[in-house]
Nanobody, 126 residues
Framework: QVQLVESGGGLVEPGGSLRLSCAAS????????MGWFRQAPGKEREFVAAISWSGGSTYYADSVKGRFTISRDNAKNTVYLQMNSLKPEDTAVYYC???????????????????WGQGTQVTVSS
């Protein structure tokens, strides 16, 4: 089983930046599609970004497109989410997730993901 651990969350002012990391252990995730999801207070968890196992394909929610960048370093078994121009509405718990697929395109749907981290809090406030 893959264990995913997120880090890098915190409190940041509007317009600021944060970089989240998702470190995988117990198994190499170089063959896993990986994604980031978030859940704001009182709301359902939603898709943020996804990246294919090769890193060649990335997908973003419209709400973060142009501000967030997902990337991965398979040598370090780690996935990243660079978040720029943060807004108060980006406040949420951010979760890393992953799954193995024979297809080259990562899913944006939560049920596709088999492994989840515990989440890291991101708060955007002045």
């Amino acid at each position: 089983q893959v264990q995913l651990v997120e880090s890098g969350g915190g409190l940041v002012e509007p317009g600021g930046s944060l970089r989240l990391s998702c470190a995988a252990s117990r198994r190499r995730v170089s063959s896993y599609h990986m994604g980031w999801f978030r859940q704001a207070p009182g709301k359902e968890r939603e898709f943020v970004a996804a990246i294919s196992w090769s890193g060649g394909s990335t997908y973003y929610a419209d709400s973060v497109k142009g501000r967030f960048t997902i990337s991965r370093d398979n040598a370090k078994n780690t996935v990243y989410l660079q978040m720029n121009s943060l807004k108060p509405e980006d406040t949420a718990v951010y979760y890393c997730a992953g799954y193995v697929s024979p297809y080259g395109v990562p899913s944006t749907s939560q049920p596709a993901y088999d492994y989840w981290g515990q989440g890291t809090q991101v708060t955007v406030s002045s």
